[in-house]
C-alpha cells in the first residue's frame, strides 16, 4: 500500500521561481529518497537522505527531512522549463525484515516550470 | 551508480498473450525489484526478485500473473500473463547500488505496455 502523501499534486511556476514539494509518510524510515520522471519515462535519482539527516544538498536542490513529523521536504531553486516533470519520494524501512529493500512511494507532484 | 537496461521499451500486445520484459544491471545486485505504474498512477512494488529462489510477491500480486526469473546477479525477467486492458501500465526493474541500507536505488528505463 501507498504509505505516503505528497503535496501539491501539482505545481505550476514561472521559469526562476523555487518549487516545493512536500511528502508525508506513515512509518519508521531508515531512508528517504526522492526521483523524477519525465513523460512516464523512467526515474531518475535525485537525493537520498538517511533517516539521522536532516537537510541535504545536491545543486539546485535541496532536501529536507522531519522523522518526529515523518514528512520531508524538496526544494528546486532557480527552476527551469526542463525541470517540468513528477517528483516522487520513496521511503524505505529500516534494515531487516521483509520490508528490506522495498520502497514505498508517494502520489507525486506534477511540477510544471512555464518559460 | 547502477546502470540498468530494459527490454523492450514499449509494446502493444493482443488480450490473453504474454510478454516477458528483460532487465540487464550493469553489474552484480543482491537484490532487484519489479514495480508497476498504471496510467496516472504511482508505482507499486510486484515482487523482489531473487538470485538462487523464487521471487517474493506483494500483496495483490500473484506468480502465475507475474512469474519472474532471476537466473544470476545480473539479469531478471517478468512475464505478463493472460494480459487484459487493466495490465496496461509502465513496468519498472530496480536494484540498489551497492549492499548498505543507504545506498541508493535505481531504476530501469521502464517497459511501456499497452493492450488491447
Known amino acids: 500500500s501507498q504509505q505516503g502523501e505528497e503535496d501539491p499534486q501539482a505545481l505550476s511556476i514561472q521559469e526562476g521561481e523555487n518549487a516545493t514539494m512536500n511528502c508525508s509518510y506513515k512509518t519508521s524510515i531508515n531512508n528517504l529518497q526522492w526521483y523524477r520522471q519525465n513523460s512516464g519515462r523512467g526515474l531518475v535519482h535525485l537525493i537520498l537522505i538517511r533517516s539521522n539527516e536532516r537537510e541535504k544538498h545536491s545543486g539546485r536542490l535541496r532536501v529536507t527531512l522531519d522523522t518526529s513529523k515523518k514528512s520531508s521536504s524538496l526544494l528546486i531553486t532557480a527552476s527551469r522549463a526542463a525541470d517540468t516533470a513528477s517528483y516522487f519520494c520513496a521511503t524505505s524501512a529500516n534494515a531487516g525484515g521483509t520490508s528490506y529493500g522495498k520502497l514505498t512511494f508517494g502520489q507525486g507532484t506534477i511540477l510544471t516550470v512555464h518559460p | 551508480s547502477a546502470v540498468i537496461s530494459q527490454k523492450p521499451s514499449r509494446d502493444i500486445c493482443q488480450r490473453g498473450t504474454s510478454l516477458t520484459i528483460q532487465c540487464q544491471v550493469d553489474s552484480q545486485v543482491t537484490m532487484m525489484f519489479w514495480y508497476r505504474q498504471q496510467p496516472g498512477q504511482s508505482l507499486t512494488l510486484i515482487a523482489t526478485?531473487?538470485?538462487?529462489?523464487?521471487?517474493?510477491?506483494e500483496s495483490g500480486f500473484v506468480i502465475d500473473k507475474f512469474p519472474i526469473s532471476r537466473p544470476n546477479l545480473t539479469f531478471s525477467t517478468l512475464t505478463v500473463s493472460n494480459m487484459s486492458p487493466e495490465d496496461s501500465s509502465i513496468y519498472l526493474c530496480?536494484?540498489?547500488?551497492?549492499?548498505?541500507?543507504?545506498?541508493?536505488?535505481?531504476f530501469g528505463p521502464g517497459t511501456r505496455l499497452t493492450v488491447l
Open positions: 526478485a531473487n538470485q538462487g529462489s523464487e521471487a517474493t510477491y
Open positions: 530496480s536494484s540498489r547500488a551497492g549492499r548498505s541500507s543507504y545506498n541508493e536505488q535505481f
